[in-house]
């Protein structure tokens, strides 16, 4: 069973930074892809930003600009810094990793983002 262990959440001021970091158990170039996905209350999960294993990138318009993603293949961690934070940027964020073993997908657990106006 892969395990995801999500950090870096917390609370930041309008305008701040955070790193989110997501490290799958497992063999190395095992996920493919990574992303993260967040869910506001009273919203649905939405997607943020997914990563290849060859290190392509997409982003949700909203983010766009702000957050970069990236990726640690030896790690299997995968990152989400996100500047110029913004309150509607408050939510649970989840990894996503795709497991090209088993083809299936694992969730984290979330982690917490809460930036305040």
């Known amino acids: 069973q892969v395990q995801l262990v999500e950090s870096g959440g917390g609370l930041v001021q309008a305008g701040g930074s955070l790193r989110l970091s997501c490290a799958a158990s497992?063999?190395?170039?095992?996920?493919?892809?990574m992303a993260w996905y967040r869910q506001a209350p009273g919203k649905r999960r939405e997607f943020v930003a997914g990563i290849t294993i060859a290190g392509s990138t997409n982003y949700a318009e909203s983010v766009k600009g702000r957050f970069t993603i990236s990726r640690d293949n030896a790690k299997n961690t995968v990152y989400l810094q996100m500047n110029s934070l913004k309150p509607e940027d408050t939510a649970l964020y989840y990894c996503t990793v795709g497991d090209v073993w088993t083809h299936s997908d694992y969730w984290g657990q979330g982690t917490q983002v809460t930036v305040s106006s």
């Open positions: 497992g063999s190395t170039f095992r996920f493919n892809p």
